[in-house]
């Protein structure tokens, strides 16, 4: 991964326009056009490669309550993984997405756990004023040169001139930029089991919960919900 500060971008990006000395656009603008050209690089790597950017938080489940909130340090943008700390507090077991016609027969969770998220977090904001020369941005090998081309294209757009040789550029970036962030883990593939095996009864249960263990979570909003499927006959 390769860090830069803003001021570094916004120059390589006005050397490329050949405006280094060019009044056409102001300082400030310099730092939006940086910021939106910054967001849509990081949205387009979160989108593609989730697991690029992570952060985690713990979330303390108290029996009968549904809704919590998602983490704000940093800012949640979107989920990764959501998984539950079993019975014996030495291992989780991850839990699917639900949607509302899946919530038939589940109810509010009725014992104590934790909840562990993996999720990707909002990209760092870049100010409008001097302080945003400064932010620094670490970001995968193309991703740079993304952010400079974007930044080159939406000036050439205001200006109103032929950017026809920028949008070349920006379709040759776009596939670097797959290939190397595709690039970053070539590991052996990760292979999870929901359940654990000698913890699942007849029933499909995990034994190790005393009342009703959590089948899985809906995110709305701000907010994340965690349900409950009763064990049968209790």
Known sequence: MLGFTVGEIIDRAKARLRRSSSDFCSPEEYRTLADVAWRRCYNRMAR?????????????????AIKYP???????????????????QRTARPIRPLTELM?????????????????????????????????????????????????????????????AAYDMDF??????????????????????NEVFPGNVNAYGI????????IAGYILRGVDIEFWSLRAPGL
């Open 171 to 192: 379709a040759m970036l776009d596939a670097e930029l797959e290939t190397y962030v595709g690039d970053f883990d070539l590991g052996w593939p990760i292979d999870i």
């Open 103 to 163: 919530l038939y027969n589940l109810q509010s969770p009725e014992t104590t756990s934790r909840a562990f998220l993996r999720y990707v977090p909002e990209p760092t904001r870049i100010p409008s004023d001097v302080t945003g020369d400064f932010v620094s941005l670490v970001m995968p090998v193309a991703a740079d040169e993304w952010i400079v081309n974007c930044i080159c294209r939406m000036v050439i757009t205001k200006e109103g001139t032929d950017r």
């Open 48 to 64: 593609k490669f989730p697991s690029y950017y992570s952060a985690d938080a713990t979330i303390q489940i108290t029996p009968g």
């Open 206 to 213: 995990d034994v190790q919960y005393t009342g009703n263990m």
């Open 70 to 88: 998602l983490p704000t340090l940093p800012p949640f943008r979107s989920l990764q993984l959501c998984s539950i700390e079993d019975g014996t």
